[in-house]
């Protein structure tokens, strides 16, 4: 996944910085980490840990000014930028029934591995007022949910 974004990245002319955090008390010293090499943005990748702690990882983002995209609608709820990923709702439904087929006598390696098939985009307008930006139409049309509050 890394080297797919560095890639994307080079064609596009944008550097990439590699910041890592394997856990809560490593949030602080990335986060300043990010402010001394002027990162101009953030992408948090997709984990467990992170989504337990997305308030805080909204509110440092916020506090360094850093526009972040997340791949969980919570961090947008929440006051972040932006989203985009699996959609949770559609993930859950789609276990429901694999746990249906099970209980009906499936044999749970028999069954196929999926992977999450409907994604969403999310917006916070009032995120991006407060960094000073303005998202184009084009992606605002894009959008599955725009948060406005």
């Known amino acids: ?13 944008v550097r990439l910085q590699f910041v890592e955090a394997r856990g809560p008390d490593e949030f602080a010293r990335a986060f300043s980490d990010m402010s001394s090499a002027r990162a101009g943005a953030l992408t948090v990748l997709p984990s467990n840990r992170f989504l337990r702690e997305h308030r805080r990882l909204v509110d440092l983002a916020a506090k360094k000014r850093l526009p972040a995209v997340y791949t969980s609608r919570e961090f947008v709820d929440a006051g972040g930028l932006m989203s985009y990923g699996a959609n949770s709702a559609d993930l859950h439904r789609r276990a429901a029934t694999y746990v249906d087929k099970i209980l009906k006598g499936a044999k749970p390696g028999d069954l196929p591995v999926e992977q999450p098939t409907k994604f969403e985009l999310v917006i916070n307008l009032k995120t991006a007022k407060a960094l000073g930006l303005t998202i184009p139409e084009s992606v605002l049309g894009r959008a599955d949910h725009i948060v406005e509050k």
């Not at 996944?1 to 002319?13: E, H, I, K, N």
């Open 1 to 13: 996944m890394l080297t797919g974004a560095d890639v994307a990245a080079r064609a596009l002319g």
